[in-house]
């Protein structure tokens, strides 16, 4: 309560500073920094997101589908299916998949450029102003770069960004097959050539316009037929199986603690694909 006067008395007074973070480590599925906000500011963190998400949800590519709602990873990939089943006349002809992610999204993003994104969709400037303390509250680096993979705004703030992509991806490049689920996307055509085409286009644009680089380690062009890897499962076209680092991954956290809301959670999550082996081998061995 006494966090929420306080903020409350800060914001109206124009004198809200945000605190620091305490910063942690955890592996998912590699390691990552993850540095945590206070209560205090994470009520304004809450409070910015339940207002100002309904207003940017409605900007965004129906085809956008991380840290939205009604959306997600098993959306994803089913959306990703539909694609496929389209562009290969239902597996009668060739269909290409031209799969990139971005190199450290999260730390790349522009503090500059963000602002410019947000103040061309706010125009007012006490909103403005508590978005740009937030934002440039952290920068490792000091180069004016980064978000916090802690705070519920930088999922928000890494879409609005990101939407930038989607929307030049749809309208400037006219490109009908795409998905993206945070800094990961797909491309899906009958024709290879055209998916090369694209790759120097959306690199420039990436590089030009939002300071972000292509992986160049996790680009590739390839057929359903030896299968897409694409968000924690390996697509073919009519199945798909878990990715055997997401398996090898699950049971080492399940032998570490065997809860049966993790097991049944992860039992949820192998439904979305074809997993029969694995999920009697979890009852056998654990319920």
């Given at each position: 309560?006494?966090?929420?006067?306080?903020?409350?008395?800060?914001?109206?007074?124009?004198?809200?500073?945000?605190?620091?973070?305490?910063a942690f480590k955890?592996?998912?599925?590699?390691?990552?920094?993850?540095?945590?906000?206070?209560?205090?500011?994470?009520?304004?963190?809450?409070?910015?997101?339940?207002?100002?998400?309904?207003?940017?949800?409605?900007?965004?590519?129906?085809?956008?589908?991380?840290?939205?709602?009604?959306?997600?990873?098993?959306?994803?990939?089913?959306?990703?299916?539909?694609?496929?089943?389209?562009?290969?006349?239902?597996?009668?002809?060739?269909?290409?998949?031209?799969?990139c992610d971005i190199?450290?999204?999260?730390?790349?993003?522009?503090?500059?450029?963000?602002?410019?994104?947000?103040?061309?969709?706010?125009?007012?400037?006490?909103?403005?102003?508590?978005?740009?303390?937030?934002?440039?509250?952290?920068?490792?680096?000091?180069?004016?770069?980064?978000?916090?993979?802690?705070?519920l705004t930088s999922?928000?703030?890494?879409?609005?960004?990101?939407?930038?992509?989607?929307?030049?991806?749809?309208?400037?490049?006219?490109?009908?097959?795409?998905?993206?689920?945070?800094?990961?996307?797909?491309?899906?055509?009958?024709?290879?050539?055209?998916?090369?085409?694209?790759?120097?286009?959306?690199?420039?644009?990436?590089?030009?316009?939002?300071?972000?680089?292509?992986?160049?380690?996790?680009?590739?062009?390839?057929?359903?037929?030896?299968?897409?890897?694409?968000?924690?499962?390996?697509?073919?076209?009519?199945?798909?199986?878990?990715?055997?680092?997401?398996?090898?991954?699950?049971?080492?956290?399940?032998?570490?603690?065997?809860?049966?809301?993790?097991?049944?959670?992860?039992?949820?999550?192998?439904?979305?694909?074809?997993?029969?082996?694995?999920?009697?081998?979890?009852?056998?061995?654990?319920?």
């Amino acid at each position: 309560m006494d966090n929420a006067f306080s903020l409350h008395q800060d914001l109206r007074n124009y004198k809200y500073k945000h605190g620091k973070y305490y910063a942690f480590k955890v592996f998912d599925p590699k390691l990552r920094d993850i540095h945590k906000a206070s209560v205090r500011d994470r009520l304004l963190h809450h409070a910015l997101y339940r207002i100002l998400y309904p207003f940017f949800d409605k900007t965004f590519i129906a085809d956008s589908f991380s840290c939205r709602k009604n959306k997600g990873t098993h959306k994803a990939i089913n959306r990703f299916r539909e694609f496929y089943y389209k562009v290969s006349k239902n597996n009668k002809k060739t269909c290409w998949v031209l799969k990139c992610d971005i190199k450290k999204f999260f730390a790349s993003i522009d503090h500059q450029k963000l602002m410019k994104i947000l103040s061309e969709y706010i125009k007012e400037d006490d909103i403005l102003s508590v978005l740009k303390e937030i934002i440039h509250s952290f920068d490792l680096k000091n180069n004016g770069t980064g978000l916090p993979l802690g705070n519920l705004t930088s999922q928000l703030f890494a879409n609005v960004y990101m939407n930038e992509f989607d929307q030049f991806v749809k309208h400037k490049l006219k490109v009908k097959y795409y998905i993206r689920y945070s800094d990961d996307f797909v491309i899906l055509s009958e024709d290879k050539n055209y998916l090369k085409e694209k790759i120097p286009m959306i690199r420039d644009f990436l590089q030009n316009n939002l300071s972000l680089t292509l992986h160049p380690d996790k680009i590739y062009i390839k057929t359903l037929y030896s299968g897409v890897d694409f968000l924690g499962w390996v697509n073919f076209f009519n199945h798909r199986v878990l990715r055997t680092a997401t398996k090898r991954r699950m049971f080492e956290k399940i032998k570490k603690s065997i809860n049966f809301s993790i097991l049944n959670s992860y039992i949820g999550l192998l439904k979305h694909g074809n997993s029969y082996n694995i999920k009697e081998n979890i009852k056998l061995k654990y319920l």
